[in-house]
């Protein structure tokens, strides 16, 4: 796993970017989804449709498996790199970050069995996906800045 910081719509040229996540804080804590498939916690995420920017994308899932919307525009934090195995094929997702006051309501769907707001220090309930955790980390150095310039 890696990440690049970066322009928004400038990706590596290394490997493809299918792929969008984003990070949504409420106060001090991220918002994360637990995937039935993989059986683990990670940010809410998925595949850029066609005709979809990864911005749009990160939109879209977000609301799709969490029912839950930024406050605002989202920012774009970088490019998170990854393999996936068995192939052992790179790719990246363009990683984006927000905030929310307001606590959508969540319905379980065939994907997405639970949210939880996951203050980065207790243990959530069974797996969390090493990369989201990173990631997440990542952004909240980006929510920490924020805060700090509107106060």
Request: overall charge negative.
């Amino acid at each position: 796993m890696s990440f690049a910081p970066g322009a928004e719509g400038a990706p590596p040229r290394d490997a493809p970017l299918p792929a969008a996540l984003v990070a949504v804080w409420r106060s001090d804590s991220v918002l994360m989804v637990f995937d039935r498939w993989r059986q683990g916690w990670e940010l809410p995420g998925g595949r850029v449709e066609d005709g979809e920017s990864p911005r749009q994308a990160a939109v879209r899932e977000l609301l799709e498996e969490s029912g839950q919307k930024p406050d605002g525009p989202l920012q774009f934090i970088g490019y998170a790199g990854f393999v996936l195995a068995p192939e052992q094929r790179t790719e990246y997702a363009a990683l984006f970050a927000g905030r929310t006051a307001i606590v959508g309501d969540f319905q379980a769907n065939e994907e997405i069995a639970a949210i939880r707001w996951w203050n980065l220090r207790d243990p959530l309930p069974g797996r969390v996906q090493p990369l989201d955790a990173y990631l997440a980390r990542l952004t909240r150095e980006w929510d920490s800045g924020l805060s700090h310039h509107q106060g």
